[in-house]
């Protein structure tokens, strides 16, 4: 009873917390950047504001007979893609809704907050507990996806208008690596997956044994200078390096460079500060897993496995060993994004949120700059299709030890 | 002199009136509503209120020397299609430009109008006034586009918000009208076209004459209780009395009725205010040249060419016989849009403004409720591809005498 | 009595050396190269033979109750477009169809043409007769299509097969025109249309008055000298010369030069003999109606109107006046193809003919050197739409007198 | 050395049968049935006859020199995705080569088998041999893509042509099981892959061990009778069944039972036969990944890993554990086509045989009716997109032990 208790406490913390994080990222953005959605798969800002509360709507306060004067019409308009809920706004047409306004939906999120901490206040079932853990985890995740979303959203503006302006002062950190900076890792009989404490997605379930065979880690991750190189070195018009697939979309879409660089008397990349010079040093972002892919057997390696990375995540000391795991970029693995075994998708409606995605994408590790910091854990599994460059995904290269 | 002088002093105010005017549209609206933009076919609110400022700049103000200094973003993002001026942001990505900010094209707008009465007060030479009111005639045009892309654009919310609320006491014109009452015209060899004085657009010259047949005009428009018969004697399901262009066009889009028409228990409508019960008694509107035609073959007349419309407008008395030419809704009429004989486009840029547009379009007539007043003229040339359907576009039948 | 049976025998004759000429025209061609088909806007050369049998069993034979075994399937696979007579083969998918195999098709042929000649002697009526006249019309014109078809079909293939050997010894006629070469009329009001015996088809129908000021036109067809002369001078490189619509076409499919056209030294052109240098002198061919506008525009002319053209050629005297009216290249006209005043269909299922297409499309009067001869005319509307460019079409200039 | 040669002879025969075969299949079609192409992922007959070919001169003549006067344009038409070796013609319009004739590539065929067999007579180095191999197993796998892709070209036809007719007397199996006919596997730490003698795929290699949980299989594969069940019980309405891309091909493709089925009294299917009454006993087939997992997930089980596929087929008796291993359907299993741990494609060309489509594709094991009986082997892993439905694709299902 205490542990609900003092768990409650922690979720309301938490909850609290993230509800403000979510607003103070729309804070520097007019309704108008708020409002428009550049592609089928990015959303506007105030559909996150609104979809991350409708969630907790929907799972915590309706089964309750708890809603609102807009229910009806935001539960068509929010829902994402959940079946089981029943119609809904298409995706591709999220950027035609200006009404409700940002205002209205900015209510909106006051009045399922103070529901949600009436309830919390109040007491809540172990069930209960689990829904709004998974709220705050799923607006964790839309926070992320609102700066993406967000930044390319911004990018078809030909001004290039910054998200927010350049910090004056940055001391970049010293990257002096070497190529051959490879960490070894025997493998063996291995277990990955969440262990029993703590939060997690179903996804990440349960956990198991793998067996590797030895590999390295690079201690780093690939950096801008890194992608020059390769770049400059015809990577994007040698269609040996590259799955046909990827090869395919490169010419579709005349991949030369990663999605915001240009080039003119030198690199720019367009970013949350707006269009700079390149940071060379910086790791490599906004790439495919095609081109990822592409880039590791250039350099005459390949991408890890989302076991060996684990692997060497749990066993690693990241001061002296593998660096930038987490809070830089997202890494893509080898691995497409399939089931564990023995894995059973969550019951009810939220038993839709990971399951069904299970095809045609790979898995990345780590975390980025953007995702909150609690939201980082070793066993996070995130995913995207293989042509996706809108993230802040970049790689580490692993080879056989 | 005096005349230059007069001809001034009436163009300052219909520049100061039409310039707030378009504000005065805009006044109902959200910075999101004025931002998005729900097909390649109609522009963002907010666009057309830069787009028409941007032409007086250009054409007026940029050939003195005269321009501030968002010229250089503005021009590539405003300017519509004038290929003589340059590159520009591309017609279907219009609704992504949510920077400048809606207060800053008002800015805009307000600079460009103080600029430009100071060149009136200073006085103005006859190239400049021509120009002048050419820019008064175009922003014309685009207030009654204003209003269509507007509608459009709100019509894809499935909360059908209402752009101003309904007026309350409407009194409602009895019509009683039978589909009998035609009135006849000589034919012979007519003249069509503009005459010397007056502005009129190059489309709507040389002045020329043509040969007519006999024929006959209806005395009124065909009427949403019309259109309804239509529907429900299967003329939306009968090949047979549609273009071939026009049957498979039906196929693709599932057409069953006018646009933003729905049939629930009875007919409704979406229009400026909202989604209502439709108005039997009013002229139908929101059909395609495709729609007007199969209508026509159904009823067992035919379209008007330009010239029969255009002769009986000049001829007939519009209180005893021809009824709704103008402010009702614009009339589709058989005839392509192509140069009379003899036409010659301006000379500049502004030669853009009509002759390249002569293809795959059909001419209307007339003017419609959100046409100005003083826009409309006898001669007036409007135009649009026979699949479209969003603008105030309805018909008038006719037949041989 | 007397004039149907003579028309009777004229008609008989005229239907075996038309079917005897379409056979004669699939001589050359493997049952492969009957069968494909490359774009959804050409036929297989198997459909056209078979869809110009099946329109005389549908329109002569099945009224009588005549069908055949394959009756039923192939009604199914070779009406054209047909809505009064049911579902049909998607246009698009004709060029799947392997079965039946050539020869069955031939052998369906020759069925149909003993029935029909079997009818004829035992004497038709005067609505027979009529049908047959269309029906002979009909195959005529898919004549022409069958090698315009055949053309397109192996231009795909990157050996560039001859669909016939080029004759050895074609002495070429010198042809010394200077463009100043301008044959004027007076206009005025003038008749078009067809006039009362005779076969025509229902769109040359009725004969009317029209009104033209004075004109010229050019003695000669435009040449692919002339054409050359377009290309180099930056014609498909500059925007103002065309229509919006047929810029971005040119855009959308990197127009750089006619269809089939190549440039490696020298100007090489693909046609019925392969792929050959380009003749100089011919006139120009494989033009869409967008590029024969620009072309007009480059070279400060425009295209004759429909009724300035066949006012001109019912006139003029063919030797020493226009050349090359028949028999060389289609000539596209500036008029949109429409209905003439007093325009009826045909009734029944023949009234599908024409009417459903005047939409969007041009006319070209005249003929080219794969029409039959016997079935050009002063009057004949020959029709494509504007981007459309694998017929035998050219142009004529014209301009104000 | 002797191996050598009695490897050399075994190869010999292997070979001859091989292109014999070949042509075989070919025998009941016409040279139109042989050219067409229905969709870009199905090949004409006539060109996997020539490829096939081509492969060997490519692989085995050339390097020494030997080459045919149609060499140049062979490889442009027939070169399928190899980039190393230069321009190709496109996928997609492969059905428009009517020109060489089939009589054309059989020649052709035949000048490669000469050549092919005068080197075996004078002795193959290990390389040749390996080359050898390769080319007689790359043309079997083109024999079941010619059957499918022939099937699927006929499919088009309205008139549902058989390929050949059905047997008179077959006797069909008595299948007598139930759905809990389950056979468990103790998993473990196991190996797959291929074992060093005899002809492998690359990407059978390296032999390497995973570890598997305990785990059943389904003793017979799914049949036609209980996918009907699945059909009638909702299968394809149900979206909580299917992944979400899956979902999404489904609503886009309009999927209501597997490929080639139609219902109309009873249920039919398509096939090499024509159209005929369903056989309710016999596997399941045309089926895609994403209805194989939406049936396992109905009947509440999954799809087998390619491990514990393999696994149990290397360990269970066919005789009376696991039935239809081989020569029936193919096999979808839940694996992601991917590169085992130390992978390496093969050198040279022919390294793009596989490697470079390890993306967005499962595995499916076994063999079906279809596969040459010596091209089956319990390591072969065969591959397609989850959305391919016009392979002979079935399932067998999976469990936990």
Redesign the interface.
């Known amino acids: 009873m205490n542990e609900v208790v003092s768990m409650s406490n922690l979720l309301r913390t938490a909850f609290i917390n993230t509800r403000q994080k979510t607003i103070a990222l729309a804070e520097p953005l007019?309704?108008?950047?708020?409002?428009?959605q550049?592609a089928e798969f990015v959303s506007p800002g105030k559909w996150h504001l609104a979809h991350t509360s409708w969630f907790f709507e929907e799972f915590m306060l309706r089964p309750l007979g708890i809603s609102f004067v807009q229910s009806e019409?935001y539960r068509?308009?929010f829902n994402s893609?959940y079946?089981?809920i029943g119609k809904r706004?298409p995706q591709y047409?999220r950027?035609?809704?200006?009404?409700?306004?940002?205002a209205e939906v900015l209510e909106y999120r006051e009045a399922v907050n103070q529901a949600v901490l009436k309830l919390i206040n109040a007491g809540l079932d172990n069930h209960q507990l689990e829904i709004l853990e998974i709220g705050i985890n799923h607006e964790q995740q839309h926070q992320e996806l609102f700066l993406t979303d967000i930044l390319y959203?911004?990018a078809?503006?030909?001004?290039y208008?910054a998200y927010i302006p350049a910090p004056q002062d940055v001391i970049k950190k010293n990257v002096a690596h070497s190529t051959d900076s490879v960490i070894t890792f025997a493998g063996g009989?291995c277990s990955i997956g969440h262990e029993a404490s703590g939060f997690s997605f179903d996804n990440e379930l349960p956990s198991?044994?793998?067996?590797?065979?030895p590999y390295g880690l690079s201690r780093h991750l690939v950096t801008n200078a890194e992608w020059v190189e390769f770049i400059e070195d015809g990577g994007y018009q040698t269609?040996?390096l590259?799955?046909?697939?990827?090869?395919k979309k490169l010419k579709e879409e005349d991949w030369q460079m990663p999605l915001y660089w240009q080039k003119q008397d030198e690199y720019l990349a367009y970013g949350l500060h707006g269009l700079r010079a390149l940071d060379l040093q910086a790791p490599v972002s906004h790439i495919s897993f095609?081109e990822a892919d592409a880039f590791a057997r250039w350099a005459g390696k390949r991408l890890p496995t989302e076991a060996e990375w684990e692997v060497a995540a749990r066993t690693s000391d990241p001061e002296s060993e593998l660096q930038d795991l987490y809070q830089s970029v997202w890494q893509w693995t080898?691995?497409?994004y399939?089931?564990y075994?023995?894995f059973k998708a969550a019951t009810g409606a939220v038993g839709?949120y990971n399951g069904?995605?299970?095809?045609?994408q790979y898995v990345l590790r780590g975390s980025s700059f953007a995702t909150p910091a609690s939201h980082a854990r070793v066993s996070y599994r995130n995913f995207f299709y293989?042509h996706q460059r809108w993230q802040f995904n970049g790689l580490r290269l692993a080879e056989?030890a």
């Open positions: 007019s309704e108008a950047d708020m409002t428009i550049a019409s068509f308009l893609y079946e089981t706004q047409a950027g035609l809704i200006t009404r409700p306004a940002l959203n911004l078809q503006n030909p001004l208008p009989l198991h044994l793998v067996f590797l065979q269609p040996l590259w799955l046909a697939d990827g090869w095609f080898a691995s497409p399939v089931a075994p023995g839709e069904k995605f299970m095809n045609g293989p056989a």
